[in-house]
């Protein structure tokens, strides 16, 4: 009933740039946070960035600089803006939300996007 939609990956030459984009569908009640996780192949899923609800912000090392993570909580999304993009950035990225779909209920963690794939190759 809600669901993550993700959209915004594509084949790009390092250095190059994209930008990611996540929107909550369904009826909720309120959002603590929103994140990107990402999957290479061969690799465990990572925590790529995290944004709660009171702007609270977390990144993998390797892409500080380089990544930002923002939200417009009138949609109900979360954005990725990735910049100097690397090969090493490859992978598969999956929104994450942590939400509350009813007041007085506790929240949920295990919604997810649908995964949208990056490749950063000449």
């Known amino acids: 009933q809600v669901h993550l939609v993700e959209s915004g990956g594509g084949l790009v030459q390092p250095g190059g740039s994209l930008r990611l984009s996540c929107a909550v569908s369904?009826?909720?009640?309120?959002?603590?946070?929103m994140g990107w996780y990402r999957q290479a192949p061969g690799k465990q899923r990572e925590l790529v960035a995290r944004i709660t609800n009171d702007d609270n912000t977390r990144y993998l090392d390797s892409v500080k600089g380089r990544f930002t993570i923002s939200r417009d909580d009138a949609k109900n999304t979360a954005y990725l803006q990735m910049n100097s993009l690397k090969p090493e950035d490859t992978a598969i990225y999956y929104c994450?939300?942590?939400?509350?779909?009813?007041?007085?209920?506790?929240?949920?963690?295990?919604?997810w996007g649908q995964g949208t794939q990056v490749t950063v190759s000449t």
């Open positions: 994450n939300a942590e939400l509350r779909v009813r007041e007085y209920r506790p929240v949920e963690y295990d919604y």
């Open positions: 369904g009826s909720i009640f309120s959002i603590n946070a």
